[in-house]
C-alpha cells in the first residue's frame, strides 16, 4: 500500500460527457502528477500540481484540467470526452519538485474509464 | 525530450531461473533518474529499482539488479531466482524535467 488512494475504481460515460476523478495523496505531499494509461501501453504525463498550481502538463489538450487542494486531494476533470479516453488514469504523490531520491513519487491503483 | 523504448513486449521464465528485461533511453537531461516499475493485475504501480545516473555502480535490490550502461543509454532488469509474484507488466521510465516517461512494458511470465 501507498498510502495513495483514487475513486471512482472503474467509471463508464459516453462520448462528450465530463468526467471527474478523485486522488487523495499521503499525508504531506504537496506535488501530484496524473498520468493516462491506455491498453497496452505505458502511462503518459498529463500534468502535474505543486501547491495548488500547475506547473507542467504533457501533451493532452486543455479539455484535460485538474485542481489540487489543501488537504492533499486532487482531481482531473476531463471534458467533452472522446472514445480515445478510455484508459486507466493514474495519480501519483510526492512532496516537492525535485526528483528522486529524496522525493519517492508514490502511485494510486487508479481508475479505470470506458468511454462508450 | 526523453524516450524510453521496450523492445520485448512478452517474456517468460521458468520459475527459480533468472530473467533480463531490456530498456533503452534518450533524454537531453543531464542529471536524470531511471526506474523500474512493476505493474501486478491490481494496477498499483510498485517500484522495483532506481538508479542514479550520475552513480557508475548498478543498482541492486535483493533479486533485482540492473546492468547501467550510460553511454549506449541501455539499462536492463535481471530478477533472479524468479518467483510466481514476479509475474506482472514491467515498465521502465525516466525521470527528468518533473516527470516521468515510460516505456510500453513487458509482461513477465513465471512458468511453475
Known amino acids: 500500500e501507498t498510502g495513495v488512494t483514487q475513486s471512482p475504481t472503474h467509471l463508464i460515460k459516453t462520448r462528450g460527457q465530463q468526467v471527474t476523478l478523485r486522488c487523495s495523496s499521503q499525508s504531506g505531499h504537496n506535488t501530484v502528477s496524473w498520468y493516462q494509461q491506455a491498453l497496452g501501453q505505458g502511462p503518459q504525463f498529463i500534468f502535474q500540481y505543486y501547491r495548488e498550481e500547475e506547473n507542467g502538463r504533457g501533451n493532452f489538450p486543455p479539455r484535460f484540467s485538474g485542481l489540487q487542494f489543501p488537504n492533499y486531494s486532487s482531481e482531473l476533470n476531463v471534458n467533452a470526452l472522446e472514445l480515445d479516453d478510455s484508459a486507466l488514469y493514474l495519480c501519483a504523490s510526492r512532496y516537492g519538485l525535485a526528483g528522486p531520491p529524496y522525493n519517492e513519487q508514490f502511485f494510486g491503483p487508479g481508475t479505470r474509464l470506458t468511454v462508450l | 525530450a526523453q524516450t524510453v523504448t521496450q523492445s520485448q513486449p512478452e517474456m517468460s521464465v521458468q520459475e527459480a531461473e533468472t530473467v533480463t528485461l531490456s530498456c533503452t533511453y534518450d533524454?537531453?537531461?543531464?542529471?536524470?533518474?531511471l526506474f523500474w516499475y512493476k505493474q501486478p493485475p491490481s494496477r498499483q504501480m510498485i517500484l522495483v529499482i532506481r538508479?542514479?545516473?550520475?552513480?557508475?555502480q548498478n543498482a541492486t535490490e535483493n533479486r533485482f539488479s540492473v546492468n547501467f550502461q550510460k553511454a549506449a543509454k541501455s539499462f536492463s532488469l535481471k530478477i533472479s531466482d524468479s518467483q510466481l509474484g514476479d509475474a506482472a507488466m514491467y515498465f521502465c521510465a525516466s525521470f527528468g524535467n518533473e516527470k516521468l516517461t515510460f516505456g510500453t512494458g513487458t509482461r513477465l511470465t513465471i512458468i511453475p
Open positions: 533524454t537531453s537531461e543531464s542529471d536524470y533518474y
Open positions: 538508479q542514479e545516473a550520475y552513480k557508475q
